[in-house]
């Protein structure tokens, strides 16, 4: 069965990157421009992994991951942080608020999908 993976990003350059890279990998891709957006499918489609931006308008990456690890049934659904903020105190924030890695861009497609891989298969 194909993995269903939530990419969730404010820039649209960003989101076509990522999409593109995973569905060129033979995963499936939903797509989300904020965090509100981000739980609503999350809570909708229950998707294998999500990856979410930090900074987005209306919800955070920060709030968006806490809300959707506080719900019993989006709570298991593995979270990576994607973010240009790069210090430790942007990761750690990331990690408190449930996600499971915090992955820095810029990133190469290559090292987003061998994460991806890591985490949750092919």
């Known amino acids: 069965m194909t993995k269903r993976i939530l990419a ?20 499936e891709v939903l797509e989300a421009d904020d965090g ?11 998707p294998d992994l999500i990856l979410m931006d930090v ?7 920060y709030e968006a991951c806490r809300r959707i ?3 019993a049934e989006t709570a298991d659904i593995p979270i990576l942080m994607l973010s240009a903020k790069s210090q430790q105190v942007e990761q750690a924030a990331g990690l408190e608020s449930g996600a499971l890695e915090y992955v820095c861009k810029p990133f190469t497609p290559k090292e987003l999908v061998a994460k991806v891989r890591e985490t949750i298969g092919d």
């Open 8 to 27: 969730v990003d404010d820039e649209p350059h960003i989101l076509k990157l990522v999409t593109f890279s995973l569905k060129a990998n033979g995963y």
């Open 36 to 46: 509100l957006k981000a739980i609503e499918i999350a809570i909708r489609e229950h």
């Open 55 to 61: 900074m987005m308008p209306a919800c955070d990456g």
């Open 69 to 71: 690890k506080a719900k």
